[in-house]
Nanobody, 115 residues
Framework: QVQLVESGGGLVQPGGSLRLSCAAS????????MGWYRQAPGKEREFVASITRRGITDYADSVKGRFTISRDNAKNMVYLEMNSLTPEDTAVYYC?????????WGKGTLVTVSS
């Protein structure tokens, strides 16, 4: 059974930083590119960033230059370093396969950017 477990969210002030982590089961992690997605209140889930097994990355325009995605293939982990956060980044963040989520979504981790 494929499992995705996100962590690292929390409350942060505008301009602050957070690092999200995602633990993925081995089967899916070894085959696919992985991505981060987010869903803000009242909005649809949207793509944030992705990374292939070889480390090729892609970002949504809204986060380019502020967010960095990375992965540790040995640990089946994918990370999202978020800097210069704004209230518009407030959302539940999820990881899944990329370019679209093909496995059951995890519970996500809530990021709230507020003063």
């Amino acid at each position: 059974q494929v499992q995705l477990v996100e962590s690292g969210g929390g409350l942060v002030q505008p301009g602050g930083s957070l690092r999200l982590s995602c633990a993925a089961s081995g089967t899916i992690f070894s085959i696919n590119a992985m991505g981060w997605y987010r869903q803000a209140p009242g909005k649809e889930r949207e793509f944030v960033a992705s990374i292939t097994r070889r480390g090729i990355t892609d970002y949504a325009d809204s986060v380019k230059g502020r967010f960095t995605i990375s992965r540790d293939n040995a640990k089946n982990m994918v990370y999202l370093e978020m800097n210069s956060l704004t209230p518009e980044d407030t959302a539940v963040y999820y990881c899944n396969t990329a370019p679209r989520g093909m496995v059951d979504w995890g519970k996500g981790t809530l990021v709230t950017v507020s003063s």
